[in-house]
């Protein structure tokens, strides 16, 4: 990769310091009472506490503004190949790992071992990354697959800028796979305008979609998590299919 301003040290140094002000800007919007030497740490867990959700919601929006912002300064934009020298620098724990490039395929893998931010803080750390990654590329998403939030043994982020790349999601284990096939099958029967596909497995969820021609939908939805949960109990499931605005 050749050398470019977006990247050089002092830049990643500026961009480390705005990085960490957007985040405790995230927190102390949530929080009544905050300090300016309070740890971030602290108030992480003060404004979880508060509103799980806002807070990823405030802190994933402005880190996206920021790297909005950032890029558009430099007029340049991060590619994927500028990833493991930037995220390392920017002081978050969820880059202290090993990327990796799969072959014949454009995405960008980073494994590491869980780290003591694990719980509200994979959460908060992906949402930040997250952000700044999209606004200062334009296009790059990532995709948790695993982690020790979700009851993985390692942390998996998958980059990636095309939203349907098979790296957005995590592998389904072949015993369940076998299973899902038989309620796709099911589903089938059941209705032959619905097309059920199952995404795969991010954070310990079970990500599915389903298209289905007509109404009625509610009740589709109970019969696929209830085939699946007739054999694997266990397994925590969420439909991600796009639903109209004003639906």
Not at 187 to 215: C, H, M, P, Q, W
Request: with cysteine.
């Amino acid at each position: 990769m050749s050398e470019r301003p977006i990247v050089s040290d002092e830049t990643l140094v500026q961009l480390a310091a705005r990085f960490r002000h957007a985040r405790r800007a995230a927190l102390r919007y949530v929080l009544a009472d905050t300090t300016e030497d309070e740890p971030e740490g602290e108030l992480l867990a003060r404004a979880w506490v508060e509103a799980p959700e806002e807070v990823e919601r405030r802190v994933f929006d402005n880190a996206l503004a920021l790297g909005r912002s950032f890029s558009g300064y430099y007029a340049d934009r991060w590619g994927l190949a500028d990833l493991p020298r930037v995220l390392p620098a920017l002081g978050s724990p969820c880059a202290d790992g090993v990327f990796s490039a799969p072959s014949g395929s454009d995405a960008l893998l980073l494994l590491r071992e869980p780290c003591r931010d694990a719980g509200i803080g994979c959460a908060y750390w992906r949402e930040a990354i997250a952000g700044l990654v999209l606004g200062a590329s334009g296009r790059t998403l990532l995709s948790r697959q695993s982690s020790q939030a979700g009851g993985g043994e390692r942390c998996v982020d998958a980059f990636h800028d095309d939203p349907r790349s098979p790296h957005a999601y995590g592998a389904i284990p072949d015993d369940l796979g076998a299973h899902l096939q038989t309620v796709q099958r099911q589903v089938k029967a059941f209705d032959s305008g619905a097309e059920l596909t199952f995404l795969g497995i991010n954070e310990g969820v079970l990500l599915y979609r389903l298209t289905r021609r007509g109404d009625g939908e509610m009740s589709l939805l109970g019969t696929i998590e209830r085939g699946v949960h007739r054999r694997f109990p266990d397994v925590v499931m969420r439909e991600v299919s796009p639903r109209p605005v004003m639906a």
